[in-house]
């Protein structure tokens, strides 16, 4: 099972918000999609659901199941949150007490009390919306989890909690992830590898990749393998940062505030960065 984007273009009238992406994500991966706001990347997620029709190009998902967190939980205000986490399942014509036993099994999994469960949204914190958002989509068994910054909105001690529920279903189920964030961090530490986009129009200049394995990834190792990640030219262009504190003799001159002179060497969707971090 993979999916696999080829050439993938997209345009909203004459603009075009995704150019040339290419991109294979195979069973058990987890990929991070990092970018700048505006640079394309729910376009594309939105295009891998399905939820859009690419301008040019092809994508081709041979995952068995999907599942899409918004960046919003979008959930259905008039239902409780256990009706909300079933959704999927009672559009697949899972039986009533099947689908109850599920939903409520996997709303305590993911730190949500009985109580909780009977509340209706509004009645719900954003870090109850969120988990609900999280459990209405694995509910569905997906071997595909997109995810649209789901943890932008929590606080630091909710997305640890968070991270680690996430990470303990997607590792025990071997599912896939390619997930959107703009916390770099959060991107080293969840992904085996890092896609770095560039604006205007939406494009992949830099890939790399995260080595040790998850079951290994210590805090020391995210700070210095994010504060790595951070020091790439890919990234200081991309966010519109200045060049790093220790320039190379080659990159000279560029005090201005302006893109650093290494983003000239970053603009061919086919020449990418490769970063290893921590292999040993
Ligand atoms: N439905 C739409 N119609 C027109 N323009 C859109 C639409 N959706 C997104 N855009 C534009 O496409 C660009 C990329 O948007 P988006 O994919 O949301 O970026 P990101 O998620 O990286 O912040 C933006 O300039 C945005 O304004
Ligand atoms: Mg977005």
Redesign the pocket.
Known sequence: MMLELSQLSHRFALTEVLAGINLTLPAGESVALVGP??C????M?NLIAGLDRPSEGRIENRYAATAYVF?QPRLLPWKTALDNIALGLKARRVGRQEWEARAAALGRRLGLTGADLDKFPHALSGGMQSRVALARALALEPDLLLL??PFSALDVGLKAELYALLLAEVMARGTSVLM?THDLMEAVRLSDRILMMAPAPGRIVGEFRLERAQAERDEAWIYHSTAAFMRTPEVRAGFGLPPPPHPSPAGGGGQGGGLPPAAASSRGPEKKAEMSCGAH
Request: glycine share 18%.
């Open positions: 706001s505006g394309g990347k729910t376009t997620l960046q649209d910054e959107i």
